[in-house]
């Protein structure tokens, strides 16, 4: 099983709807929890984290984990043109030693039509 | 808002042939990272570096390798023989601690090389 899983998509949406993005992940060490954009040809960009389970929300962002489930999401609100880009997962564990690596799932390419 | 510098933006290079990325982390962060990207695929782990010396290293960081902060501004990864397969996006991220308290985790990456092996 790969220790982080997320549909590579493409996604295509209409302007103004709500997104929905997730990842699933193995490693019940995981802790930390991001949500990093890419356009194409750039580094990833991080657009939200989180600490253990919860919800988060900034704008029209909202980040969501459940651990008990292994699964966490990114909701975006209103969704903009300007949203195209590929979305990618990214955790981590608490541990000092695993030497704060990230691990990140496959990205899921999202495409928000005008 | 400060920035990860990355040069060069692109390189193409002879298989066998020894290549050495650039990297301007953030001034004031501490740790430094490597990563890659093979098109198509995920951001890969390489490399993480702290107080001079490699703190974690993944399977595909092998003896062909290596890493070097030479003076306090750059962050080098070389790659001693490329091979075909070493064709991809090379990312450096950099990051004031590894956990800020506890409410965050500031990697910020820079925007690519593009290694072409050819």
């Known amino acids: 099983q790969k220790e982080v899983e997320q549909d590579p998509g493409p996604l295509s949406v209409p302007e103004g709807a709500i997104v929905s993005l997730n990842c699933t992940y193995s490693n019940s060490a995981f802790q930390y929890f991001m949500w990093y954009r890419q356009y194409s040809r750039k580094g990833p960009e991080l657009l939200m984290y989180t600490y253990s389970s919860g919800n988060k929300e900034d704008g029209r962002f909202t980040a969501q984990v459940d651990k008990s489930s292994k699964y966490i999401s990114l909701f975006i609100r209103d969704s903009q043109p300007s949203d195209s880009a590929t979305y990618l997962c990214a955790m981590t564990p608490l541990l000092y030693n695993q030497g704060g690596k990230l691990i990140f799932g496959q990205g899921t390419e999202l495409s928000v039509k005008p | 808002e400060p920035e990860v510098t990355q040069t060069p933006s692109h390189q193409v290079t002879q298989m066998g042939q020894e290549v050495i990325l650039r990297c301007v982390p953030i001034?004031?962060?501490?740790?430094f990272y490597w990563y890659r990207q093979i098109l198509g695929q995920k951001v890969e782990f390489l490399v993480s570096?702290?107080?001079?010396?490699?703190?974690?290293k993944s399977e595909i960081f092998d003896d062909q390798f290596s890493v070097e902060r030479p003076d306090g501004s750059n962050f080098t990864l070389k790659i001693r023989s490329t091979k075909l397969e070493d064709s991809a996006m090379y990312f450096c991220?950099?990051?004031?601690?590894?956990?800020?308290?506890?409410?965050?985790?500031?990697?910020?990456f820079g925007s690519g090389t593009r290694l072409t092996v050819v």
């Open positions: 001034s004031n962060h501490l740790y």
């Open positions: 991220a950099s990051s004031e601690a590894l956990m800020k308290n506890r409410v965050g985790y500031g990697y910020t």
């Open positions: 570096f702290y107080n001079n010396e490699i703190s974690e």
